[in-house]
């Protein structure tokens, strides 16, 4: 797919949100230096559940691909210390984006969605489906 880091630039932003009872929450920088990056946080009975780290960069074969790092708390990581979960950007239209997964093993496709000051993000193991439950919805959350 033919995009530049820009084209995603609408993911910017604080975002905050409710998974069932837990806080879910991304923070996306600006597209700079050819990458974004963002920090997840998973809150459950006020206690860090997991974080991730994401980055969006081109690699060499001029592909966006993003990368998510896991960690529980203290810092202590899923994936091998040179191994994350990557997706490649699939399409993107306006302010939507489908990356797929460079590997068979687990959910094949992340989606986000913006509209105004909401951001939506999913999974979908199969193309094209995915329950409403399983969405996770953030609102902007304005910066002091």
Known sequence: MNAS???LAWLAGQWRGRYNDNIIEEHW?????????????WIHDDKVRFY????????????LR?????????LRGWEEKDDSVTFTLESIEGQSATFVRDTAD????MVYRRDAD?????FERERGIHAPDDEFRYQRVETP
Request: proline share 7%.
């Open 5 to 7: 880091i820009g084209d």
């Open 29 to 41: 920088s600006t597209p700079y230096a050819g990458t974004l990056m963002c920090m997840f946080r």
């Open 52 to 63: 991730e780290l994401v980055t969006v960069e081109t690699d060499e074969d001029g592909q």
């Open 66 to 74: 993003q990368r998510i790092k896991h960690f529980n708390p203290g």
């Open 106 to 109: 687990g959910p094949m496709w």
């Open 118 to 122: 909401l951001l939506i993000a999913w």
